[in-house]
């Protein structure tokens, strides 16, 4: 078989891999009460269990890059797929809170070490030539998931079982083992260092608090002075773990990846956009079922078209960075995915289908357009001997920016209702939210606009006016 054929393969195995993970992220949050009422407690103390996921898989990914080269790339993926599989059953199994949240834990660890592993096998096989499109693969799991997860959960608990949006990941799981060991080579490092382990203590713990905080401060019962001191302490962690960083021989995260202007931008710039990206579905399903009084059933409906959006634009997306290269594609696209947040603010009960629909489509077309070029664009200068490294870096900024995005939406809404007064939500809280959305989107452009028009010219193959092509 071509190597094409084997990068291809593997980066639509990474995808599913990605989907699985990021789905069991948000499906369980229309199945909450359903799970409490089996279990026997209140739907808050399942909170726990979606927050354990989210802070294991936090804490998990420092150390996926060490695991890989220390066991090979082969043997961890394999083991975090047949880890993540098992827990899922245990999930579906539980009979009781704690049973759960053991298991979550454990599903939390194996999807840590299953999707920036997975996508740094696909950088490793991947030529640069062919870069876009497998960025373009793997980064769909990200912006379907989202969309998907609440409607999936919403759909199996109502007609099936709660407990089968974990079985669901069995047949899935057992799939990807077997094609994991067909498709991916064991590759190790000549030169394995050891693991640091005060590097991993500071980053797995300041990624908990970090996560921990901002998933508190997305639930309407957290207290949001807690919730930001837990976000500090996480910040002055991380401020420490690069500290340490600097000083050890062999750390455990190296941050010179922040060197490359294109890493430094997407990474930096690019998480606050995904923040912005990621608060969305969060608020448009409340703001139809709250602010518009539309059943669940009319808010998943139209939720879908995002992921029409994101899906419809997916053939374009390399054409277009090909063609405009990726600073033009940033600037513009970013700036039309901004001002759609601005037009969800200006929603009203009353829209009418043929101007709320375009809205929803265009925005799922910039999301997926904004996310491909920036998942790309970030390992496109990056020399082989630093993507372990950069990866780990890259994952952990995504990961953190997912689980920001719900906490931004929660607090916006939470500020516009303290500040706008009243003692229900209403749309003008949500205004205030969508408003906030769009200006952090807007900030995030600012690295973006300090690019030179032939940033990642060798991936895209852009000749930027007056510049020889970069082959």
Same mark, same amino acid.
């Not at 690069?242 to 010179?256: D, N």
């Not at 139809?288 to 419809?312: D, I, K, T």
């Not at 070029?373 to 900024?397: C, H, K, Q, V, W």
């Not at 607090?411 to 229900?424: A, N, S």
């Given at each position: 078989m071509r190597k094409p054929d084997i990068a291809l393969l593997t980066a639509l195995l990474v995808a599913g891999s990605g989907f699985m993970e990021l789905l069991d992220t948000t499906?369980?949050?229309?199945?909450?009460?359903?799970?409490?009422?089996?279990?026997?407690?209140?739907?808050v103390d399942l909170n726990l269990g979606v927050t354990a996921y989210?802070?294991?898989?936090?804490?998990?990914?420092?150390?996926?890059?060490?695991?890989?080269?220390r066991f090979g790339a082969r043997t961890v993926f394999a083991s975090a797929i047949l880890l993540f599989t098992v827990a899922s059953a245990l999930c579906g199994l539980s009979n009781g809170l704690w049973e759960f949240f053991g298991a979550r834990i454990l599903q939390g660890l194996g999807g840590a070490m299953m999707v920036p592993v997975g996508r740094l096998v696909v950088l490793r096989v991947t030529p640069k030539s062919q870069l876009m499109q497998a960025t373009a693969l793997i980064t769909w799991p990200a912006l379907v998931a989202p969309i998907l997860g609440p409607v999936v959960g919403g759909f199996l608990t109502t007609y099936a079982s709660w407990r089968w949006i974990f079985f669901l990941n069995v047949p899935i799981?057992?799939?990807?083992?077997?094609?994991?060991?067909?498709?991916?080579?064991?590759?190790?490092? /000549?030169?394995?260092?050891?693991?640091?382990?005060p590097g991993a203590i500071l980053s797995g713990l300041s990624a908990m608090a970090f996560v921990y905080g901002a998933s508190l401060a997305g639930t309407a019962s957290g207290n949001l002075g807690w919730s930001l001191g837990l976000m500090l302490l996480g910040v002055i962690g991380g401020w420490a773990t690069?500290?340490?960083?600097?000083?050890?021989?062999?750390?455990?995260? %190296?941050?010179?990846a922040f060197s490359i202007q294109t890493f430094r931008a997407t990474l930096r710039g690019g998480s606050l956009v995904r923040m912005g990206i990621n608060a969305a579905p969060f608020l448009l399903p409340l703001l139809?079922?709250?602010?518009?009084?539309?059943?669940?059933?009319?808010?998943?409906?139209?939720?879908?078209?995002?992921?029409?959006?994101?899906?419809?634009i997916k053939p374009l997306t390399t054409p277009m960075m090909r063609r405009f290269g990726f600073r033009r594609v940033l600037i513009v696209n970013g700036t039309i995915l901004a001002l759609t947040f601005l037009g969800?603010?200006?929603? %009203?009960?009353?829209?009418?289908?043929?101007?709320?629909?375009?809205?929803?489509?265009?925005?799922?077309?910039?999301?997926?357009?904004?996310?491909?070029?920036?998942?790309?664009?970030?390992?496109?200068?990056?020399?082989?001997?630093?993507?372990?490294?950069?990866?780990?870096?890259?994952?952990?900024?995504?990961?953190?920016?997912?689980g920001i995005g719900v906490a931004v939406g929660a607090?916006?809404?939470?500020?516009?209702?303290?500040?706008?007064?009243? /003692?229900?939500i209403t749309v003008a809280d949500f205004r205030f939210a969508f408003a906030g959305t769009f200006i952090l989107c807007l900030l995030g452009l600012a690295d973006f606009l300090a690019l030179p028009p032939h940033a990642g010219a060798n991936v895209s193959g852009h000749r930027a006016k007056g510049l020889a092509p970069r082959l």
């Open positions: 499906v369980i949050t229309t199945a909450i009460p359903r799970m409490a009422q089996s279990f026997g407690v209140h739907p989210m802070i294991m898989l936090a804490a998990g990914i420092p150390l996926s890059g060490w695991a890989a080269e799981g057992i799939l990807g083992l077997a094609a994991t060991l067909l498709i991916i080579r064991n590759t190790h490092s /000549e030169s394995t260092k050891r693991l640091d382990v690069v500290r340490h960083a600097k000083r050890v021989k062999a750390p455990l995260i %190296e941050f010179t139809f079922q709250l602010g518009f009084h539309r059943s669940p059933v009319e808010a998943g409906s139209l939720l879908l078209v995002l992921f029409v959006g994101n899906l419809a969800f603010a200006l929603l %009203e009960a009353r829209t009418p289908a043929w101007l709320l629909m375009p809205l929803l489509l265009i925005s799922g077309m910039a999301r997926s357009t904004e996310f491909t070029a920036m998942n790309t664009l970030a390992y496109a200068d990056i020399p082989p001997e630093r993507m372990g490294s950069a990866n780990i870096l890259f994952n952990l900024g995504q990961q953190v920016a997912f607090i916006l809404l939470r500020l516009g209702h303290g500040i706008l007064g009243g /003692e229900q």
